[in-house]
C-alpha cells in the first residue's frame, strides 16, 4: 500500500536525516515520537506531523515495532530516497509518467492528467483542492531529488 498523502518537502534532502536523528533508539509510543519530532525539527509543524512519521516510515527513516516507533541504527542512504518516494507514495509514479509522456507541464495541467482517487472524491468536499495540493507536494518531492525541474513555467523530467 502507498502513502497517500506526504508532507511539504523539506528545505534541503540533507535535512532529512534530522526526522531519524530527532527519533528515539528505543520504540516510543507513536504521539511521543510525534512531539519529539515538532520540539526537534523547526520545519516540521504539529499540523503535519503525522503526515512526516508515515513518510519518514516509507522513507526507511523509521521503523515500526510492536511497541512503537524507533530509529534504526543504519542510515538510508540520500540516493535510495527518490526511489522509495516513487514506490512509496501514491502520486509521484504518477507525475513523473505524466511529465514524460507529456512534458513540460504546470501543476494545473499535472493535476488534470493525473486522475483524483476515488477515495479522495468521497473523503474531501473539495477534492479538487486536495488533489492540486498533493501534487505540488509530489512535484516538490521530486524538485527536491532532482528528478524535475521549473523552467519558467512548468516542470520538466530530469531523468
Known amino acids: 500500500m502507498r502513502l497517500k498523502a506526504v508532507p511539504p518537502p523539506p528545505p534541503s534532502l540533507d535535512a532529512l536525516p534530522a526526522i531519524a536523528?530527532?527519533?528515539?533508539?528505543?520504540p516510543k509510543p507513536r504521539e511521543a515520537v510525534r512531539r519529539t519530532l515538532v520540539?526537534?525539527?523547526?520545519?516540521?509543524?504539529?499540523?503535519?506531523?503525522e503526515a512526516w512519521?508515515?513518510?519518514?516510515v516509507t522513507l526507511g527513516l523509521l521503523r515500526e515495532s510492536e511497541t512503537g516507533l524507533y530509529r534504526?541504527?543504519?542510515?538510508?542512504?540520500?540516493?535510495?530516497?527518490?526511489?522509495?518516494?516513487?514506490?512509496?507514495?501514491?502520486?509521484?509514479?504518477?507525475?513523473e509518467r505524466a511529465l514524460r509522456e507529456?512534458?513540460?507541464?504546470t501543476v494545473t495541467s499535472l493535476a488534470e492528467r493525473v486522475p483524483i482517487p476515488p477515495w479522495e472524491r468521497?473523503?474531501?468536499?473539495?477534492p479538487e483542492a486536495v488533489h492540486v495540493e498533493r501534487i505540488e507536494r509530489s512535484v516538490g518531492w521530486l524538485d527536491l531529488c532532482g528528478s524535475v525541474v521549473y523552467g519558467g513555467e512548468a516542470y520538466h523530467l530530469t531523468v
Do not use: F, N, Q
Open 21 to 26: 536523528e530527532a527519533a528515539p533508539l528505543v
Open 39 to 49: 520540539e526537534r525539527v523547526e520545519w516540521v509543524s504539529t499540523r503535519e506531523s
Open 53 to 56: 512519521v508515515a513518510l519518514a
Open 72 to 95: 534504526p541504527r543504519e542510515r538510508v542512504p540520500v540516493e535510495k530516497l527518490r526511489e522509495r518516494l516513487v514506490e512509496g507514495v501514491y502520486g509521484i509514479e504518477e507525475v
Open 102 to 105: 507529456d512534458g513540460p507541464l
Open 122 to 126: 468521497r473523503r474531501h468536499a473539495d
